[in-house]
């Protein structure tokens, strides 16, 4: 007799973006391929996302409540990016935060999950108010991450809280502050990679191996704060890489600026990752992933 597996309800919060597209990927391909019997999308809008030649629907967050089952993994990834303070003011940029973390409260309250993934930032981890980064950004994550946490051991399911540093990957964001964005676009212009830092240290992780580890720890039900892991690297190796794997720009190191460093600890999700057999992908074939996200800009 063939043995019985159960199998979980997939939600992804926040499906409409890079680190929902990573996570429903992760999901539907590799080690985690046919894990969950069901995958509910839940987005700022209903639309229809297309992946990998598959056309997925896309609930908006009311129309998505009649298809959850108790027993779900909820990977909740919404949330407006720090650069939305340039777009909307900060008033704006608190409530629908707040809006969008309230829904993903509403499911905890409501509905009976195995576990509640927290995708949070590595700046939620900053104490200091006076900090560059102590911005609503980094409040609204540190409120929602303690918030979260606390109705989770409440209603009794496991909550995993993941910060995260810098991505890379297929589905990555475009804004020019991340590092490896800005150096790849730079690049691939032919121009000039300036770098005002150079000691300064990053951690580069592929979103969808981020994803991959989650979902597994997700699926243990285990309760866990951690850092996201990956490779880690110097703004001035960070260039130098980029450089030998797209073969155009060059590199001009200007000053010695201070910057804060890395302050997360990316051994310990390394070493989780690397139990379940997942060895993070070097820098250089992480760049070669991100690339195709900025193909336009080489285009006539």
Same mark, same amino acid.
Not at 3 to 14: C, P, T
Not at 198 to 201: E, K, N, V
Not at 269 to 274: E, I, R, T, V
């Given at each position: 007799m063939e043995?019985?597996?159960?199998?979980?309800? =997939?939600? /992804? *919060?926040?499906a409409n973006g890079w680190l929902g597209r990573s996570a429903l990927s992760a999901a539907t391909s590799g080690?985690?391929?046919?894990?969950? @019997? @069901?995958? =509910? =999308? /839940?987005g700022s809008k209903e639309s229809v996302l297309k992946l990998d030649g598959t056309? *997925?629907?896309?609930?908006?967050?009311r129309g998505a409540l009649e298809h959850i089952r108790n027993g779900a993994v909820f990977f909740n990834s919404a949330f407006l990016r720090r650069e939305y303070l340039q777009r909307v003011n900060e008033t704006e940029y608190i409530d629908r935060n707040n809006e969008i973390s309230k829904f993903a409260l509403e499911i905890l309250h409501e509905f009976s999950l195995a576990s509640f993934i927290n995708i949070s930032s590595g700046v939620a981890n900053i104490k200091s108010l006076n900090d560059i980064y102590s911005n609503p950004y980094a409040q609204l994550k540190r409120h929602w991450e303690h918030r979260f946490e606390e109705v989770s051991r409440n209603c009794g399911n496991a909550f995993l809280n993941c910060r995260i540093f810098s991505m890379t990957g297929r589905y990555i964001n475009e804004f020019d502050n991340l590092a490896i964005s800005a150096f790849i676009k730079t690049s691939l212009n032919g121009s000039v990679i300036n770098v005002q830092s150079? *000691?300064?240290?990053r951690t580069y992780l592929d979103a969808e191996q981020l994803s991959q580890v989650l979902l597994n720890l997700g699926q243990q039900e285990i309760n866990l704060t951690l850092d996201s892991g990956g490779v880690l690297v110097s703004m001035e190796e960070l260039a130098k890489t980029v450089l030998e794997v797209i073969g155009l720009g060059s590199l001009e190191i200007t000053q010695m600026k201070p910057s804060s460093d890395y302050f997360g600890n990316f051994a310990e999700?390394?070493? =989780?990752?690397?139990s379940m057999g997942i060895e993070v992908i070097s820098l250089e074939k992480q760049i070669k992933k991100t690339l195709p996200v900025f193909s336009k800009f080489t285009e006539s």
């Open positions: 043995e019985f597996v159960s199998r979980k309800q =997939l939600i /992804i *919060y926040g080690s985690l391929e046919n894990t969950f @019997d @069901d995958i =509910l =999308l /839940i056309s *997925y629907h896309i609930h908006n967050s150079p *000691y300064t240290r999700f390394n070493s =989780l990752a690397n």
